[in-house]
């Protein structure tokens, strides 16, 4: 069971949408706000279904996944501390076009996305800010369908490794090879060779489904362009927001 606590006079939560919002802003959907824990697994939302809560983690990370043919599913786009789940579904159009699955445990504030949408409908910038953020995460989509079709297997891992570890604030990383495969669209003996081959090069430590970086200059040098690729597009995205005044 998620547990959920209400925000009222804390600080604001370690989250980089909450946290570039004018305060203004921030008072539209402050009071609304609760933090939620975000536990392995846990579906949040199923494709075809209406998203009735958007997600902002503050530590851990969601994966956006398609189903496939048999029943295998492949990751699109991972959010996590740097952004939101449901920020394009806040502007229009409320069904899910994939699940959503958290796969890094944490935490998150959520807010029920009718009061969200009720805030956004009340402010521009906030409006402007969910826009982004969904461009943002759209872009992690479409560099991700080409990073899985392109590159290496060896690549793909670290690209993946890197970005989760950026978003979940930790070095430290528990996934198991199934998470994994549907990361990076890849089989799980694959994933399996592939992690021992960055482990004998001690760029992580790998055991039981605990993933440890030791080496991120290696790591990154075994990655993929991919993701530096959607750094710098996230960055422009975002960056975007702070350009426009109310």
Excluded: W
């Excluded at 998620?2 to 921030?26: C, M, W």
């Excluded at 939101?84 to 899910?96: S, V």
């Amino acid at each position: 069971m998620r547990q959920e606590t209400a925000l009222d006079s804390v600080p604001r939560p370690l989250n980089g949408f909450l946290s570039a919002l004018s305060a203004s802003d921030f008072e539209l959907i402050r009071p609304h706000l609760r933090t939620v824990d975000l536990i392995q697994d846990m579906v949040l939302v199923e494709a075809g279904e209406i998203v009735k809560r958007a997600y902002l983690p503050h530590k851990g990370a969601i994966s956006l996944v398609v189903k496939v043919g048999r029943g295998e599913h492949v990751q699109i786009a991972l959010v996590g501390r740097d952004s939101i789940f449901g920020a394009f579904a806040a502007l229009g159009d409320a069904t899910a076009l994939n699940s959503a699955v958290v796969v890094v445990p944490g935490i998150a504030s959520t807010i029920d996305l009718e009061q969200l949408r009720f805030a956004a409908d009340q402010s521009a910038t906030l409006r402007y800010a969910l826009a982004r953020h969904g461009l943002a995460v759209d872009a992690k989509v479409q560099q991700t369908a080409g990073c899985n079709a392109s590159h290496t297997v060896e690549s793909r891992l670290a690209r993946c490794l890197l970005h989760t570890r950026d978003l979940s604030g930790s070095d430290k990383i528990v996934l198991t090879q199934e998470a994994i495969a549907q990361m990076i669209g890849a089989r799980r003996n694959s994933v399996s060779l592939v992690a021992h081959t960055l482990q004998q090069a001690d760029f992580i430590h790998y055991s039981r489904g605990h993933i440890e970086i030791t080496n991120l200059d290696g790591l990154m040098k075994t990655s993929c362009e991919c993701y530096a690729t959607v750094k710098a597009q996230y960055t422009r995205l975002i960056q975007g927001c702070e350009s426009v005044t109310p």
